[in-house]
């Protein structure tokens, strides 16, 4: 059974950062795809980035690049999102997912766990 838990969002002014973390439990996860999504209120849920576990490369929106920073902590089975330069338009809540597959998948539902969500505001 795996279980995805998602911490370390707040309330935060336009310029600042964050840091979203996602603890696995169980295993370490040798060959899968972990991903962070986003929702906001009335609209779809969108990719935000993903790593590949196993070589930790990293994949990217076009929204965040430069700004927003994927990570994994092997030893932890955790899994970061640095988000700096924060502006308006990323407020959302942050979801960590995972797939046991070595692919990396930008639709959501191609993601067999979730975590609860942690919420991200940014006010301005």
């Known amino acids: 059974q795996v279980q995805l838990v998602e911490s370390g969002g707040g309330l935060v002014q336009a310029g600042d950062s964050l840091r979203l973390s996602c603890a696995a439990s169980?295993?370490?996860?040798?060959?899968?795809?972990m991903a962070w999504f986003r929702q906001a209120p009335g609209k779809e849920r969108e990719f935000v980035a993903a790593i590949r576990w196993s070589t930790g490369s990293t994949y990217y929106a076009d929204s965040v690049k430069g700004r927003f920073t994927i990570s994994r902590d092997n030893a932890k089975n955790t899994v970061y999102l640095q988000m700096n330069s924060l502006k308006p338009e990323d407020a959302a809540v942050y979801y960590c997912?995972?797939?046991?597959?070595?692919?990396?998948?930008?639709?959501?539902?191609?993601?067999?766990?979730w975590g609860q969500g942690t919420q991200v505001t940014v006010s301005s």
């Open positions: 997912a995972a797939d046991p597959d070595s692919g990396i998948y930008y639709s959501p539902s191609k993601y067999h766990y």
């Open positions: 169980g295993r370490t996860f040798r060959n899968y795809a």
